[in-house]
């Protein structure tokens, strides 16, 4: 993607003062950096400016502090992986509202993350895909809901989901 060769970070600012309030921030660090990029610290100072939450792609630490920041539901936490290394002075935030690809899936400035917290799973919807996807949802889940019904009945998966065309799978 276009990562700026040099920082846009505001040098009026922390880093951690740029997210918006309501927003979830992504960081991002190289593959192979063993430091976290967020700890209790940092995850104050977002939860404290209304920020909802972080997705890190590259490691968090401080796990236990997360937890009670993250416990009465308005911030949440997500990483990739956990270290006890704290941020180390190679670790330099660059930019903001910059598109990356996380996990060979495009994220941009704006685009809408929905966080799975019992499936530990994150969902990226494109911005000007977001009417269509939440019209699309209902119909799925109702699908899904019926195939799961039929199979807990003993009905077998290709009848179940020939049944229930709309199920995700079996759309056309």
């Known amino acids: 993607m276009n990562i700026p060769a040099s920082s846009n970070v ?6 951690t003062d740029v997210p918006a309030p ?8 190289p593959s192979g950096h063993i430091s976290a990029v967020l700890g209790d610290i940092v995850a104050t100072r977002f939860k404290i400016r209304g920020v909802a939450g972080a997705i ?7 796990v236990a502090g997360c937890g009670e920041i993250c416990a009465d539901g308005k911030f949440a936490v997500w ?12 670790a330099k935030p660059w930019a903001v509202d910059v598109p990356v690809v996380v996990g060979g899936v495009a994220v941009r400035p704006g685009d809408f993350a929905v966080l799975d917290e019992a499936e530990r799973g994150i969902v990226v919807i494109p911005k000007e895909k977001l009417v269509e996807v939440a019209e699309l949802l209902p119909s799925l889940k109702e699908a899904d809901e019926a195939v799961l019904r039929d199979v807990k009945a003993g009905v077998g998966l290709k009848e179940a989901f020939q049944r229930h065309r709309g199920h ?4 056309t």
């Open 22 to 29: 309501g927003s979830i921030a992504l960081l991002q660090q």
């Open 79 to 90: 990483s990739k992986g956990v270290s006890t290394v704290g941020t180390t002075p190679e």
């Open 10 to 15: 505001p040098k009026d600012k922390h880093w």
């Open 168 to 171: 995700y799978i079996h759309r």
């Open 56 to 62: 890190i792609d590259g490691r968090m630490r401080d």
